[in-house]
């Protein structure tokens, strides 16, 4: 045997050899590119396109509202089932399964059984909000109580989702716009509270977004400034937070905003039957008495400053 032309065939064969074995790995490659999860497959068709005939589901109005939650049940579903079935994978025999049986079945030996454990990262299960409870707890450890609690809700009238909206559509017909439209204002927001700092450095936050009974997003914010920007007694809270009728005539826009979203009621002798009404009273405290000065109130809600400066506003009928 001619040993240059077995090394030549050697040689010939190991370049063949792999160039298949890379054909291969592209193929499988393109393979899994070519797969997609549930999730995302429901995303697509929740998505607009173009042309319009691609996303027929969401002119569905109720219809898609229900095919949105049948979608979202298979979807965990399908989680569920990956969860039960892998538990080896998940390691589920490293969670002490007996202890955690007879913490939740009160020592009721019957009920032992095979358990399937819910990880951390299934949102939603008990060691995932567990989770996030410690990781709350341990910031708050670390730099102290937060400094300012923040809510915002997701107004249906935002022009960026009328916008949207095709001829006969009203808001609630589209819980996919109205949450990415959302959820576009809270990154905004929380860039404004966090980046630039327009009430204070902030030291670190913890936010949460939660949908109303009418399936509107709200958010909640806690925020520890650091020690130099903490507000060190009631008379800085004026400088963040007010609670009084601005003037028209110099704030146009805010007044209109705070006149048609911020004002509560109306309630009152006047209006018997309005849901915050109980005994005879609002139980939310309206309507707040005239304050010179902000006042801190130890265990409960400070009083803010309201000026009797003569501004009015009449709630439309």
């Not at 969401?58 to 579903?77: A, D, F, I």
């Not at 009160?106 to 819910?118: D, Q």
């Not at 959302?182 to 404004?192: P, Y």
């Amino acid at each position: 045997m001619d040993p240059e032309r077995g090394g030549g065939r050697g040689r010939g064969r190991g370049k063949r050899r792999g160039k298949g074995r890379g054909r291969d790995r592209d193929a499988a490659a393109r393979r899994i590119a070519r797969k997609v999860i549930a999730r995302e497959y429901v995303a697509y068709f929740m998505h607009d396109r173009n042309p319009p005939t691609n996303n027929t589901f969401t002119y569905g109005k109720r219809l898609y509202q229900e095919w949105v939650v049948n979608q979202y049940s298979k979807v965990e579903g399908q989680q569920l089932r990956w969860v039960r079935l892998y538990q080896t994978t998940l390691r589920a025999d490293q969670y002490k399964g007996i202890v955690d049986a007879m913490q939740q079945d009160g020592a009721n030996s019957t009920n032992f059984g095979r358990m399937v454990v819910l990880p951390a990262t299934f949102a939603g299960s008990p060691r995932h909000m567990n989770q996030l409870y410690q990781d709350s707890m341990a910031l708050v450890r670390k730099f102290g109580k937060p400094d300012l609690f923040i809510t915002m809700t997701c107004n249906p009238n935002w022009l960026e989702i009328l916008h949207e909206l095709r001829p006969g559509e009203e808001t609630n017909d589209r819980p996919d716009l109205t949450s990415r439209v959302f959820n576009m204002k809270l990154n905004a927001l929380l860039n404004d509270l966090l980046q630039n700092g327009v009430l204070g450095t902030a030291v670190t936050d913890i936010h949460v977004v939660e949908w109303q009974k009418r399936g509107l997003s709200h958010a909640h914010i806690l925020i520890i400034l650091r020690s130099q920007d903490q507000s060190r007694d009631s008379s800085e809270y004026d400088r963040i937070v007010c609670a009084e009728l601005l003037d028209k005539s110099t704030r146009p826009e805010l007044y209109n905003i705070v006149t048609s979203r911020m004002l509560h009621g109306p309630c009152g002798i006047l209006h018997p039957s309005c849901a915050c009404m109980v005994n005879g009273a609002c139980n939310k405290g309206y309507p707040k008495t005239f304050q010179p000065q902000t006042e801190d109130s130890t265990g409960n809600y400070p009083t803010y400053r309201r000026w009797d400066d003569g501004r009015t506003f009449t709630h439309p009928t």
